[in-house]
C-alpha cells in the first residue's frame, strides 16, 4: 500500500528518515492521519521518533541526521503498519480457494486431515510454506500467527522460512490426540507432548550459560492444542504446563460452529460451557489467542476477560464454512482483546485486506438480522487489522535468563 521509491543512502548518523504521511490507530482514535510528518526509525529498526516535517531543520539538529537524506513519501503515497494475521493455518495454503462445501466437522475429515497428514514430505512443506510466507508478506501481513501440522521437522522449517523472509511469527506445532479421524494424521498423547517439546527447544539455542536466544530471531514457538474435540484432558493440562514453564503462548479453536459446541459439551460433560472446558485446563491466559468465537455467551466472554485472552475473528472462514457470524461489538463491550484473521483454509483468502473487508461484511450482515446493530465503521476494522492483533501478539519480549522447556 504505501511504499518509498527513493531511499536515504548517506544518513550522517544511524537513524533512517522518512517524509509523509502516515497513518496509525491508537486506543483512543481508530484511525490516525498525520500529514507532512518525520518519522525516524534507529539502527535495530525500531521508530525513535515522530515530528512535523515543517520543523526539519530542527528536528534534524535534534536527533544528528542529515536532512538532504530524508526518503520523501510521494502526494500518493502513506505509511501504516503492517497487518497482523492472529489465526493462520500455514499448511492449508495448498487447497485455499477450494473445498468450502462442507460444515467444520465435515471439512476437517474430509479435507484438511487428509492434506495435514502430507507434512511428513518436508519438500511439499518446503513448497507450501514458502508460498504461503512470499503471499502474505506481499499482502501486507508484517505479523502472522501460524497453525502448522503435527509434523515437528516441516513445522521448524516453517519459522525457518517465515524468518529468512523477515516475517515475524508465531509458528504451532499442531497437538491432537484423539478423534483424528484419519488413520496417518494423528499422535498418542506423549508423542504429542515431547514433539511440542522438541519444536520449542529447536527454535532456541541453549548455551552453558544457560541463557537462550532464538535460532530464528522473528519467531517463536506457540503452544497448539488443536481444539477440545482433538485433545485429551491429560494433553490439555500437560501442554497448559508447558506454556506456564516457559511464558509461552498458545492457540487454540473455540466456538465456531454448533454442531463443534454440542459435540464438545458430550466430550465434556462436567464443564459448564466450551470455554469452561479451557479454564479447567489452564489454557487461557494473557498470552491465549483462540479463534472464532461465534456463539460465546456473556459468561464466557467475561471469563476471557477476566483472564486477559484474545480472540481471532475470522470473517472469511465464518461465512465460507457457514459457521456462524461473530458480533464484534458484543464481544469488545466485553473488553475482550480481539484481532482480526484470515483462517486460510476455512478462509479462501490470504489477505487481511479481505478479512477487514468480511469483517464490516459480518457487521452489516448483523444489522439486516437487527436493526439497532451498530455496524462497525471502516475505522475501527483497521484498527482490529493492526493494534488490535498487536495486543494478542505483542513486541518480542526480550528473552528470560533461565532454563527452557522444563
Ligand atoms: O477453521 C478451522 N480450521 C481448522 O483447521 C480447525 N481445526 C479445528 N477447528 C478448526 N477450525
Redesign the pocket.
Known sequence: MAASKACSSSAATNFKVFRGTFVHSTQEEALVILEDALLGVDSTGKISFVEKGPELEKVSAKFGFNPSAVTQLSPQEFFMPGLVDTHI?AA?YSFAGTALDLP?LDW?QTY?FPVESRYSDLEFARQVYTHVVKRTLRNGTTTACY?ATIHTDASLLLGEIANDFGQRALVGKVCMDRNGLHEHYKEETQESLDETSRCGNTFYIININITHFSRYPLVKPVVTP??S??CTSELMLKLAEVARNNNLHIQS?IS?NMD?VRLVQELFPESESYTDVYRKHNLLTSKTIM??GCYLSDEELQIFHQTGSSLAH?PN?NLS?C?GLLDVRKVLSHKVKLGLGT?VA?GYSPSMLDAVRRTRDTSKALKIQDPVHQTLTWEETFRLATLGGSQGIPPQPKPSFRAFWS
Request: glycine share 4%; hydrophobic share 35%; charged share 20%.
Open positions: 493455518h492449508q467444520l476437517l484438511t497453525f488443536r481444539f474435540v482433538s479453536h465456531e463443534e479463534a472464532h475470522c472462514s464454512l459457521s483462517d476455512g
